[in-house]
């Protein structure tokens, strides 16, 4: 009896503790400034850590569209391997393990590898090539689908996870994901208003220019929207009156070692897709070549040979008439 009033005491005492840390993490989140939100993810994860004593806490992001997960933030024992932040792990190599905390939202408390199914073989040999004994993963559901874990794992030892501590777990990983929401619309803000005096900026450069400077002027404003977007090019191109399907390139500006683009091709054998859509009003957005409808074949592999990842093409026109060309951008280096 005394041992079981001891036992209580202990939990609750470590619940207390936990209680103590969750509150004081917290606090360093409210009205925490962008530049902050990554450090004191890491600080906070360090810190849990060290109370469970465990060898690794890390939370994971579920990029929108992709089979896969990426690690954002990580703290590990000094004396494991460090872990590569920013890599995606493509789900193949813990196939159960994925569909069971992203695809249907539950925690995953393994206990030992002995305690999986026979299913999840994969996963095993996985986290046997990682060390991993055993491995807490809790499912952060801010919206649909699930988009964040968080998980800690034990490579020294085989341990059990408190089931009392997960609800408190999932809260912190709920205050990490805000917080990086949070971040986030700060900072797309924050890109819009530049863009958005970027912009003021370079229009105000064709009042009242010359006719022989227009063309130079359009090839920097180009540049400078490459360089504040970390772009790699930009060409202006013209559907010359009575050949609607030749694309005319009369200004182009592009990193160093790309590849060169021609300056006159007939649409319909290059672009046929992209054509089309453009001479609708439609601007086109591709943020990877694989984006591209089956109908777009040869306009996908037109712009592979072009080295492009991802672009998006602007129809032009006058007033609402008739498209006359078109301003594309393109990203070469990485979608």
């Known amino acids: 009896m005394q041992e079981s009033v001891e036992t209580i005491k202990t939990e609750l005492g470590e619940r207390l503790r936990f209680e103590e840390l969750l509150s004081n993490i917290s606090s360093r989140f409210v009205n925490i400034l962008p530049d902050r939100v990554d450090p004191e993810i890491n600080r906070a994860l360090k810190e849990v ?17 992709k089979s896969s997960f ?11 391997p460090p872990v590569p932040v920013g890599v995606e792990v493509p789900q193949s190599l ?10 249907k939202g539950e925690v995953l408390s393994l206990h030992r590898l002995d305690d999986l199914p026979a299913e999840a073989n994969v996963d095993r040999q996985s986290y046997i090539r990682t060390g991993v004994r055993s491995t807490l993963d809790i499912s952060i559901r801010i919206a649909e689908p699930v988009g964040h874990v968080i998980v800690m794992q034990s490579n020294k030892s085989e341990r059990l996870w408190p089931e009392q501590f997960v609800p408190r777990l999932r809260l912190l990983g709920e205050i990490f994901v805000n917080s990086l929401e949070r971040k986030q619309i700060r900072l ?25 400077q227009i063309d130079g002027e359009i090839q920097r404003g180009q540049r400078h929207i490459c360089e504040h977007l970390d772009l790699d090019r930009s060409a202006l191109f013209q559907l010359p009156e009575g050949e609607p399907r030749v694309m005319l390139l009369t200004s182009i500006y592009q990193s160093k070692g790309s590849p060169p683009v021609p300056e006159r ?24 070549m694989s984006d591209f409808p089956s ?31 078109g301003l594309t951008f393109a990203a070469i280096r990485e979608e």
């Open 49 to 65: 850590l060290e109370f469970f004593q465990v060898d690794r806490v890390g939370l994971l992001q579920v990029p929108p569209g």
């Open 295 to 325: 109908e777009a074949a040869r306009d996908r592999e037109k712009l592979r040979l072009l080295g492009t990842k991802s672009t998006v093409v602007v129809p032009l026109s006058i007033g609402g008439g008739p498209v006359f060309g």
């Open 188 to 212: 797309e803000i924050e890109e819009y208003r530049r863009f958005e005096r970027l912009i003021s900026i370079l229009s105000a450069r064709f009042v009242g220019l010359a006719p022989d």
């Open 70 to 80: 990426k690690i954002t933030h990580v703290a590990s024992a000094e004396d494991l």
């Open 265 to 288: 091709v007939n649409g319909t054998d290059f672009f046929p897709w992209t054509v089309q859509k453009i001479l609708s009003g439609e601007t086109v957005t591709i943020g990877k």
């Open 94 to 103: 813990y196939p159960w393990s994925y569909d069971k905390v992203l695809r």
